[in-house]
């Protein structure tokens, strides 16, 4: 049974920096694409950032020029580099991998629990 595990939440100050790491149990496909959801307190599931099987990265308006991204070559790891996070920002964060990619927008507009794999998540609270 495939897993995805986040790590790396925490508390920040506003204007700091945190990475977040989420790694799969077993290689998911050369097709694959990985993505960042969260969700804030009172608030439903909301994509932040996706990455494609070819490394292209897609980011929600939100967070867009102030978090990255990325993966590791054999793409069982994604990060997402969160610089200048802000108060709006804390959430809880998950990670989650699909076999085939869709369309990252759409993706990322439309999470659901039915498509690919999730993690459990993990909390960042950004402080004022």
């Known amino acids: 049974q495939m897993e995805l595990v986040e790590s790396g939440g925490g508390s920040v100050q506003s204007g700091g920096s945190l990475t977040l790491s989420c790694s799969a149990s077993?290689?998911?496909?050369?097709?694959?694409?990985m993505a960042w959801f969260r969700q804030r307190p009172g608030k439903g599931r909301e994509g932040v950032a996706s990455?494609?099987?070819?490394?292209?990265?897609t980011y929600s308006d939100s967070v867009k020029g102030r978090f990255t991204i990325s993966q590791d070559d054999i793409k069982m790891t994604v990060y997402l580099q969160m610089n200048d996070p802000k108060p709006e920002d804390t959430a809880m964060y998950y990670c989650?991998?699909?076999?085939?990619?869709?369309?990252?927008?759409?993706?990322?507009?439309?999470?659901?629990?039915?498509?690919?794999?999730w993690g459990q998540g993990t909390q960042v609270t950004v402080s004022a």
């Open positions: 989650a991998a699909v076999v085939a990619c869709p369309d990252q927008e759409w993706w990322l507009e439309h999470p659901r629990d039915d498509l690919g794999y």
């Open positions: 990455i494609d099987s070819d490394g292209i990265p």
């Open positions: 077993e290689y998911i496909s050369n097709s694959a694409c």
